[in-house]
Nanobody
Framework: QVQLVESGGGLVQAGGSLRLSCAAS??????MAWFRQAPGKEREFVAA????????VYGDSVKGRFAISRDNTKNTAYLQMNSLTPEDTAVYYC???????????????????WGQGTQVTVSS
């Protein structure tokens, strides 16, 4: 059974940094990704990485500020978030794709499993 457990969320001041972790179990995954959803807004793609980490894709709103990585020895993905702004406030979700894919999906419905989410709040 696939399980994804996010951690690392919290409250941070604008301009600060946070590092999120997603510990995965129950399988291997061709893609691991982060999405976020703010109150009253649609779910937004943040970043995704391939199994080897050689492919990384970012949403436009986080390019240059966030970095995704993964440690396959721990089956864990990370999201390093720098230069945070109040607009980054959201629940952040980890998601995975099981089967090998020829491209990295950015739509949530293309992901197979999801974590429970971790809250990130950025104060101004």
């Amino acid at each position: 059974q696939v399980q994804l457990v996010e951690s690392g969320g919290g409250l941070v001041q604008a301009g600060g940094s946070l590092r999120l972790s997603c510990a995965a179990s129950g399988g291997t995954f061709s893609r691991m990704a982060w999405f976020r959803q703010a109150p009253g807004k649609e779910r937004e793609f943040v970043a995704a990485t391939s199994w080897t980490g050689s492919i990384k894709v970012y949403g436009d709103s986080v390019k240059g500020r966030f970095a995704i990585s993964r440690d396959n020895t721990k089956n864990t993905a990370y999201l390093q978030m720098n230069s945070l702004t109040p607009e980054d406030t959201a629940v952040y979700y980890c998601a995975v794709v099981v089967a090998e894919v020829y491209r990295t999906p950015t739509a949530g419905d293309e992901y197979d499993y999801w974590g429970q989410g971790t809250q990130v709040t950025v104060s101004s």
